[in-house]
């Protein structure tokens, strides 16, 4: 599996934070009903933007050479300002922040927009905090774990990922209910009761079917987040199977089907 260079990864992270940011754009302007002029909703879209997108995601996940990615992000900045496309503001700090190094205990990284990955230890003591310090919006805690978890603050809305074989895990399943809560709730964070294995290849799975990333490109986007993310060989083989049910070819992907 061949291994993007950190300007690659940026670029790949970039395009994660504008798709995220103008699909939520877009699912935000569908707000008709049947008090409407019209009585639908209706789905505000920017073909120019999306063109260059489009453009943009080919050289990243083609790892194009570095001058031909920054004159593409340059254009996309050019477009944003012409359509007047407030994006960047909602994902800033995702773009900015970022690690290379060895995370430890306490981390807790933005693996896309939306969506935390930490530690138990982090977690908890993140919710030992909330006592004191109530967090300033609703999240999601989603427990990747392989025995019964114990429960968390009733206020959280949580979702166990109960995972009985690796081999057999069934990620479609998973994005699935990620998807779902996420549309309800857009803050999650992604935690293993044991380790970061499991977590991590969850992190992987979402990222491909959400963003439409090949494995490699999603497990460079994660590693950017967390270095110390490493699927197991079977969660490895099991994510290779499901890239194979997904079935993406960058080169003719819609990057911007119906919501």
Excluded at 181 to 187: E, G, H, I, Q
Excluded at 241 to 256: E, G, I, N, T
Aim: net charge negative; glycine share 4%.
């Amino acid at each position: 599996m061949e291994s993007y260079t950190a300007i690659q990864t940026r670029a790949l992270r970039y395009f994660v934070a504008l798709h995220a940011a103008y699909m939520q754009k877009r699912g935000m302007s569908l707000g008709g009903d049947d008090a409407s002029p019209h009585g639908a909703p209706f789905d505000l879209r920017c073909p120019s933007f999306e063109l260059h997108l489009e453009n943009f995601y080919l050289l990243a996940v083609h790892k194009a050479a570095d001058e031909v990615v920054a004159d593409a992000e340059r254009d996309l900045h050019e477009v944003m300002a012409e359509e007047k496309l407030s994006l960047l503001p909602s994902v800033r700090s995702f773009i900015t922040r970022e690690r290379f190094d060895v995370a430890v205990h306490t981390d807790k990284q933005q693996v896309v927009p939306g969506m935390w990955l930490t530690s138990a230890l982090s977690l908890h003591a993140m919710l030992e905090l909330d006592e004191t310090s109530p967090p300033k919006f609703r999240r999601t805690l989603v427990c990747c774990t392989k025995r019964e978890p114990a429960p968390l603050l009733e206020s959280d809305g949580t979702i166990d990922l109960m995972v009985d074989d690796e081999h057999t895990i069934d990620f479609a399943l998973i994005v699935k209910r990620l998807r779902e809560r996420k549309a309800v709730c857009p803050y999650m964070i992604v935690y293993c009761d044991s380790g970061i294995s499991l977590s991590g290849a969850v992190c992987i799975a979402y990222i491909m079917a959400t963003h439409f990333l090949p494995l490699d490109a999603a497990m460079a986007v994660v590693r950017a987040a967390r270095r110390l993310v490493e699927p197991s060989d079977v969660l490895l083989s099991s994510l290779q199977v499901y890239a194979s049910k997904l079935k993406l070819d960058v080169d003719s992907v819609d990057l911007f089907g119906p919501l």
